[in-house]
């Protein structure tokens, strides 16, 4: 056990402020990382507030973050895959039991007896596991990720969610070449929905409230953008979807974008609405469509995902931020004031 | 154009009575059909009652019915499949435009310019189609389906809708051997669905609120029924399920069936409760499963089921009454009073 540098809040008005944590020496199967990026995800803010205690109370301190790019400096003995120096990455998962049904068919993100990255119980060290808004980490090489070299690192560290979390939908659904996509809400998600989408090569239409984001939907891959509030516009593009990803977890009528789907589209929701959605029975039954939801992805997808944006030189738009401008952040992303991601150069902690 | 006998409603409170209509001439390419059994669907309920005023009004008088078995006795001098004293079915569909991409893909039902059975755009005589309630019909040979020549024709009239509308469903999201499926509620669709999950090899468990229902799902191939009242007995299924078809109309908790899926479970709708049905986004999100909905199917996926029925020996459990009984059968299916479909006798009508 090793004492680390952290942003931790201690309850749910407190705000993050310094702190120091305690981590697992590397284990046999252990890679240590100095982490030097991480990008801050809604799901932060989330747990840090405390505001999905209904499913997942949040245990105080909580030091959040999972989307972590960093250096190997130690691994454990009967590590394979990685050597003290390499570039490594880690996201919202730190661990799964490798033995269920869904583990060996490679969708860890649902294994019952999943170790998310923060605020899950650590099974090492007792209480609750610790995220990236932190100095080091220490995580079995299962669940450790290679980074492509090619890539800024600061926009490498929001793929590890926001990144996988829209790459992971448009595989699953057959995003390609001659496919017509909408990307529903523009920020973290939508503006990384975006990039893969056209990377894959569909005509890509970018839903949005916002008329002012119209030049940077198009300038990130968007062939078009519908401002959904205008209601020709809207229906104008009726029945013409294949897939449509939405990313907005604030609430919306999900039936206006259910019936521009065509013959057998889908919806995939990332975004998570805390109260129901109001789904008509009719918008699905007509055209056989389909509304489903999506939850990052695997480690060899996340794998994959991280592989394809060496290829393509795909990165996240993301602000760097110094970690003590973190509670600072969190307030702009809650009035969406942020192009698209905050990143926390992790140099500042030192 | 020539007279036939039917049971119309003249308005939405008159309920149906005896009454005198107009069919075309047979064309070249039409089909007349002397009328055997016609079975009764809760949509010809919701039609003669006005109650989907919303979408498709009324118009009246209104000839319902849409499962439709009966003898060939003209063919137009075009007609090559076939020949005066065939047996041949007709079901909610009596034209389409043939041109559009649905129409090529075999899905008419979706086509834009659907002729539905009854209550719909006459193209040939103006006012609205008849469905079949009545002596005879007059359809191009296109929407003409062949009927197996080993079953009773009474319990193949309700497999035109009801047969079809759980047949097609199951087929495209792959219900065989080794799936585990439920049918929730157990009425003209459901017993059908049972009947099909069970035909194609899976584990099928029925969802009833009605205790006394028990006996007669097994009886018709449910290996399990589950009485969805019992929170217990709900949990015990959690993540376990393949596919889910849903034939409930009124409203109901879905997120309870949401949560019985495994990863990439899809719950199908076929009856369309008339308000938004609730749904949570965790719900789709965790286990990346799929809601959609299915609306009959098209031509030659109803010709396979019915050549599938044949093979199988499977029709609709069905009461047969009198045409003179029609207004006490709506009665009785508003209180699901029948096991498991009203077949109107038309020699009743002669």
């Not at 889908?266 to 609405?273: D, E, K, M, S, Y």
Request: net charge negative; glycine share 10%.
């Amino acid at each position: 056990m090793y004492k680390t540098k952290a942003y931790s809040a201690a309850s749910e008005t407190s705000g993050l402020a310094a702190d120091t944590i305690a981590r697992r020496d590397p284990t046999d199967h252990d890679v240590k990382i100095e982490i030097l990026y991480c990008g801050i995800c809604h799901s932060d803010l989330h747990s840090v507030r405390n505001e999905w205690s209904h499913m997942v109370p949040t245990v105080y301190p909580i030091v959040p973050g999972h989307e972590i790019v960093g250096r190997v400096t130690q691994v454990g003995s009967a590590v394979t895959k990685y050597k003290t120096g390499d570039l490594a990455a880690i996201g919202c998962m730190v661990e799964s039991d490798g033995t269920c049904p869904n583990c060996q068919a490679g969708f860890e993100q649902f294994c019952p007896n999943l170790t998310l990255t923060f605020n899950s119980t650590d099974k090492y060290l007792g209480g609750v596991t610790y995220g990236g808004y932190s100095d080091s980490i220490v995580v079995n090489e299962r669940f450790v990720l290679r980074v492509p070299s090619n890539l800024e690192l600061s926009g490498v560290a929001p793929l590890l969610c926001a990144g996988i979390t829209t790459y992971s939908p448009l595989r699953h659904w057959g995003v390609t070449k001659g496919k017509k996509v909408g990307v529903v809400g523009l920020g973290g998600l939508g503006h990384m929905g975006v990039k893969f989408a056209h990377a894959f090569g569909a005509q890509v239409v970018v839903f949005t409230t916002s008329p002012d984001k119209t030049e940077d939907a198009l300038r990130l891959g968007a062939d078009e953008v519908v401002i959904s509030r205008n209601a020709d516009e809207m229906q104008k593009q009726a029945g013409s979807f294949d897939f449509i990803l939405d990313t907005v977890s604030a609430q919306h009528d999900i039936n206006a974008y259910l019936n521009l789907l065509r013959l057998d589209g889908n919806i995939t929701l990332v975004g998570a609405p805390s109260n129901p959605l109001e789904v008509s029975a009719f918008s699905l039954i007509m055209g056989r469509r389909s509304l489903s939801g999506s939850n990052i992805g695997g480690i060899a997808e996340t794998q994959e995902m991280l592989d394809f944006c060496g290829e393509n030189n795909i990165t996240a738009d993301v602000e760097v931020i110094p970690i003590q401008k973190v509670n600072e952040a969190y307030e702009r992303l809650l009035k969406s004031d942020v192009k698209y991601r905050f990143c926390i150069d992790m140099a500042s902690l030192k």
